[in-house]
């Protein structure tokens, strides 16, 4: 056996800085901190408060931040590893260009920055402004969100600048905005602990938003029942008082078919839908024929369950509906979102305690990442890009002619689209790994191919990125201070705990920099992340999501404030609607008839299973952060294919065989992990790999209509027995409660 160091340094010079361990103090225990530093997880929407503990200017460990009413300390298997990703070796320290024949070679910032701005020139002067475009992430801040939105529009003068949530939430946006002309979730997370049935449709919370369950589980020791839609029974399934094993695909028909019940048997809120709603006949007119049955045969779910689902809504004194991507991520999810809003609406249960409904947000800064003008279609407050007086606002705040601002751009998929048929040249990203997180990435691969110049800005080098010409070291989270928007509407405030190392930057300060290069300097004169904000907020004035009233001051005093916050002696809005009086044209919450589509493909004698992605809990997203995270992949290595044992029977496919996935767009091999929580019918792979792992080799690009959220959640594939078994040891299960 080792001899045990027995100094502090000559633990870390045995084990490196993050592998020191003493049984005494534990994992990250060993350097005594500089300081501690209150801020929030990295990674999702719940963005629970944590510590960092700061030792000679590198990210050392975390303490939890108990005080932070969200959360209370309590973190998650990828929040207490976060911090391994400061002082991580694949860390970019410098500016890297890349070299045919050779590969990545280290370059100055001078020389990166000179070629990209001399790049940009030269493909917006010989093929017009918008064939350079813009793909930003909402892992960023409320004020890098905001500053890259005025970047492409007044810096780079393109009118494609999109971002990652269009992967993510745009259509619970799309569906929100319709229904009450604002997107954030209705309630505060605290009325959820006292709802008295509560569904959630299309969320793996126990997976996703691991600290959520909390909530969910202090409402069932309330007394509330439960019910979980889903073709999988997930960890929070299990803990159910009813599960509806949908067939992915069939979400709009199994809320229509409630609809109809709630009409037929007359458990309405006559007085709110007479008073506070238009549109409720015609929404009813196009579920008219969805009696069970029908229900039954589209969606796979038996009839007396659905009956169930209904009765227990219609009848309930206080509920949430909550949902996530399971029900957006089709090219029916705006539709999909809209059926769930009908059932809320047709029951009054808004705008009052306990009774909520919202998307349940995904990225850190998913929610005020797309409030602020990083969509292509919209400026800050979530305001409309196409609108004269939106337009004319902003122009003014950001002093330009509103006539020299781009018009609506194309979305995330779309860009990709329009590289591929060489109508655009030149791409800047930053936070987003198109490569692994778009669907149907064959296709996604081809394209970056064509492009005349791409640079990249990114801590790590991620797989979209291997194809760019430079890649700019950017920041992580800790490492610039700013606000993020939590799924629940609150804005909270990241600390900076270090600065970044090496040569890598500031994000701000490298898109400050373009700017100023780009001979926009005048607009971009920000000494520190505040002066962002409060441009932010006279930007969000009078918008939907306002946020004049918030400062960095009554952030830290609160620990949040919820917008809408119009003035700076406004407390800020947990809960919305307690005036009724929705932000809609007319100020009435609106039904919107969803008549019922089936999915883009479907099953058939050739390809005749059904095909589902998303998530597990110890990877994140494209899995470019959490893939060098060593115990978060020694939890779940690689991408696993869970079949149901009948089908797996019918194939020949015993555990842990190697099964190969074909669609009509691609085929991939994964291992087979055979669970009994999932539908007979349907088979599910993680998203999180790229190169031959990944699933999106497989999925299809067709869009919804409206938000242009591709549809990872269904298609139909073969299954292929390789004969082989897999590589790894399959773990028993894919799951882990909370
Ligand atoms: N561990 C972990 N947590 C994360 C993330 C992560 O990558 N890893 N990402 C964050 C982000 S950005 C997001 S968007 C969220 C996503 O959070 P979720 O939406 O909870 O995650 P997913 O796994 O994408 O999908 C959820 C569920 O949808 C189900 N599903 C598939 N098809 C259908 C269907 O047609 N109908 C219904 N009703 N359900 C269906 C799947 O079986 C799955 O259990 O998670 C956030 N949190
Ligand atoms: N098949 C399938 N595909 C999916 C999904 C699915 O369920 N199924 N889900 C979709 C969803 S919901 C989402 S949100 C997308 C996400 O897809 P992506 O946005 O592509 O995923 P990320 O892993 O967040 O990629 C972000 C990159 O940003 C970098 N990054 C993170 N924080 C920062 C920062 O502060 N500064 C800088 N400069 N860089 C940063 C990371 O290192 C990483 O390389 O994937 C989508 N793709
Ligand atoms: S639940 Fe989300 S925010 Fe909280 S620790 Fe886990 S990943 Fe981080
Ligand atoms: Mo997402």
Redesign the pocket.
Known sequence: MAKLPTSVDSIIDQYGPHKAYTPKTGFQGVHEPDKLVKT?????????G?QLKVKDNKVAGFEPWMEFPF?EGR??P???Q?YLQNNHPDRLLTPIKRVEGKGFERTSWEEAMSKTVSEIERIQTTHGRDAFAMLSGVSLTNEKSYMIGKFARVALKTANLDYNGRLCMVSAGAGNKKAFGLDRISNSWEDLKHAKVIIIAGTNVSET????THYIWQARDNGAKLIVIDPRVTPIARTADLHLPVRPGGDSALFGAMLKILVDNDWLDHDFIDNYTSGFQESIDAVKDYDLAWAEEKTGVPAAKIQQAAEWWGKAKTSFLLHARGIEHHSKGVDNVLSCINLVLATGRIGKPYCGYGTITGQ?NGQGGREHGHKCDQLPGNRDITNPEHRKYIADVWGIDEKDMPGKGLSAYEIIEAIHRGEIKGLITICFNPLVSLPNNNFVKEALEKLEYYVAIDFFLNETARHADIILPGSLHEEEEGTVTTAEGRVVKINEAVTPPGEAKRDSEIIIDLAKRLGAGDKFAYSKAEDIFNELRVASKGGTADYFGITYEKIEKNMGVFWPCPSEDHPGTPRLWEDKKFRTPDERAHFNPVPYREPSEVVDKEYPVVMTTGRVVSQ?LSGSQTRRIGKLVDQYPEPLLEIHPKLAYQYGIKDGDQVTVKTRRGEATFPAQIVETIREDTVFIPYHWGGIHSANQLTIGTLDPVSKIPEFKVCACQLVPTGKMASVKVKETAYQSF
Request: net charge positive.
């Open positions: 929030h997880c990295c990674f999702c929407g719940m963005q629970c944590i959360n973190l998650c990828k929040g207490v976060r938003f691991p600290t959520l850190g994140y």
